[in-house]
């Protein structure tokens, strides 16, 4: 850790007082859900870009899926380099509680970006995982509100749909289906949501799934894709079934697959988070706190909804998320 301690001591040796870190030296490792995924891509590049205009360094360091196990031993090698701070992803709220407990005990300021652990209210003396500085993500359960009420729209108020999902214990996603559902029982009552479909990231057991689905229910109408991989999965899905006539596809998140499949008229709606924006809020929030500001607990982030009447125009490309 290049710390804090390293230049105060420089500091008081020099007589110094209020001496800060030299920026240079700052150094932040930004830990995604996974490496490959756009949304981690685009998170990073925001990250970057603030990087830069602090004139700090950014690094980036994940595993290639979207799982504890493979999250942890890449956190304790990142953990083992002393960065000045994390910015993590954790993959799931509960697993991710000890590991992440190691670096805090290290000294290592954490900040959570895109999910979070415990119950997500940091810093509030409450639950196991109150430890991590702050928290910046989009507001989950909106925009699985915001899903319902497209979706709803879509179909006319009424028919089966379902959830495509990952797997339960993802802060993130877990969230969008509680809104999501509770959207639906609240304001749309002739709508029936079958049981969660969850396919562990793979769009392809997501396309499969749909399959599935639609051979017990040959009325099914929508499928609301609450992540990339399911969103893109769901829509091969219908895609592959000759569906996409009379199933809705509403996705969350917005790589350019997805923004095609809204173009061919596969997808119907997609709700575009703001990767670049949870990064770049996610360093400067890193800075303050190694500063010595006083940062909120959490900051959200908004939403962008992508569908066929805008899809194409000019403001809307700045929140496709980079391959
Ligand atoms: O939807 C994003 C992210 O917000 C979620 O936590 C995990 O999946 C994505 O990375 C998309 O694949």
């Not at 870009?49 to 031993?73: K, M, N, R």
């Not at 909106?142 to 959830?163: N, S, T």
């Not at 479909?197 to 499928?223: K, M, T, W």
């Amino acid at each position: 850790m290049l710390n804090l301690i390293r230049s105060t001591v420089f500091a008081a040796a020099l007589g110094v007082t209020g001496m800060a870190q030299a920026q240079e030296d700052i150094t932040i490792t930004l830990v995604p859900g996974l490496t490959t995924d756009a949304f981690y891509i685009t998170m990073n590049r925001g990250a970057q870009a603030a990087a830069e205009a602090l004139g700090i360094t950014v690094d980036f360091q994940g595993a290639e899926e979207f799982d504890p196990v493979l999250q942890t031993p890449v956190l304790d090698a990142v953990i083992a380099r002393q960065p000045d701070a994390i910015l993590i992803a954790p993959t799931d709220s509960v697993q991710m509680i000890e590991p992440l407990r190691r670096a805090h005990d290290a000294g290592i300021p954490v900040i959570t970006v895109d999910t979070f652990i415990g119950d997500g209210n940091y810093q509030d003396g409450a639950g196991d995982g109150d430890f991590p500085i702050s928290y910046i993500a989009s507001d989950n359960i909106a925009g699985g509100r915001m899903a319902a009420r497209f979706m709803a729209e879509q179909i006319g108020g009424e028919g089966k749909v379902y959830v495509s999902n990952v797997r339960p214990g993802i802060s993130t996603t877990d969230q969008r289906e509680e809104g999501f559902k509770a959207e639906m029982a609240e304001n749309y009552p002739d709508v029936e949501v079958l049981e969660t479909q969850y396919n562990e990231n793979d769009a392809s057991l997501a396309a499969s799934q749909f399959q599935a689905v639609l051979a017990r229910n040959p009325d099914i109408a929508g499928v609301f894709g609450a992540n990339l991989f399911s969103a893109l999965g769901a829509g091969n899905g219908v895609e592959g079934a000759q569906k996409s006539e009379d199933v809705t596809v509403i996705a969350f998140d917005a790589p350019k697959s997805i923004v095609d499949n809204i173009s061919s008229g596969v997808v119907d709606a997609a709700i575009a988070q703001h990767p670049a924006e949870i990064g770049y809020y996610g360093v400067v929030t890193a800075y303050a706190v190694l500063t010595g500001q006083s940062v909120p607990t959490s900051i959200g982030t908004g939403f962008t909804v992508i569908d066929a009447d805008n899809v194409n125009d000019e403001d809307i490309a700045k929140f496709i998320y980079s391959e």
